[in-house]
């Protein structure tokens, strides 16, 4: 029952044209920035470690492949939360929006399996967009630029990352940023469950996310004890994964926070949604 459910949820995911807008936008901007980096990369990256070269013998191919890949990462996975909450955001309040929600709630299943469909449904949705963003990076990246070292430049320190040593980073990077970006499909699909509206859930989504931002990122002493727990600061954790030696502690506590924020806006959703009335 639970397959066929997960079926039914799939198939309305990507029979909506926004689905694909998603995979289009990552395709358009990975073509951009590898066509940029191509075009004018080595010159701007030169001017950039000329004040290094002063000092340090530098050689090699800065620009390749994985370097490439880390600046489209960087670029893109911020702005992915509007991507996956323009589908998750409405999985639910979609229903009440077209009148389904009492067929769907009358089914011979219990709405708490309902709620578990619609949620696989959207990390999968979330996976596919992370899974295409690292492949079409690191595919089209490694074969216009090649492998090399990664030098990355970090607020305190540049590591200078092997290439032998890129691929696995990269792949755990995924796996964190997907962690992050579930944070945001499930606390859009909680705010869909109270909502009647299919539009809502999306907006307040990314207006949460901006304003929790935005605390996140200014020094001011009244948000300093609230920012370890606003899930936007465990967001970027990613990045961690290029720092030598790892900050693995940082990394953990990040990934169980998110795991914690995740858990928190399920159990909320399912007793939301195995409480609501469906008749008003």
Known sequence: MMYGLLRIELYKIFTRPRSYIGFAAIVLLVFVIELAMYSSGKSYFGFITAQIESSFLIQGNILNGYLVTYIILQTLIVQMPLLVALVTGDLISSEASAGTIRLLATKPVSRASIVTAK??????????????????????????????????????HIAILPSSDC??????????????????????????????????????????IIVFTIVGTMDVPLFQPIKPFLF??????????????????????????????????LGITYYNFTRKDILS
């Open 119 to 156: 949620a696989v449904a959207g990390s999968f949705y979330t996976l596919l967009l992370i899974l295409s963003l690292e492949a079409g990076a690191l595919g089209f990246g490694l074969l216009i630029f090649k492998p090399g070292d990664l030098m990355v430049m970090n607020s305190d």
């Open 167 to 208: 691929l696995w980073r990269f792949i755990a990077a995924g796996s964190v940023a997907f962690i992050s970006l579930s944070v945001v499909s499930t606390f859009s699909l909680m705010l869909s469950s109270f909502s009647n509206n299919s539009i809502v859930p999306i907006v307040a989504t990314m207006s949460v």
């Open 232 to 265: 936007t600061t465990h967001m970027i954790v990613w990045r961690n994964l290029f720092r030598d030696p790892l900050p693995l502690s940082t990394i953990y506590t990040s990934i169980l926070i998110m795991l914690l924020h995740i858990t928190g806006f």
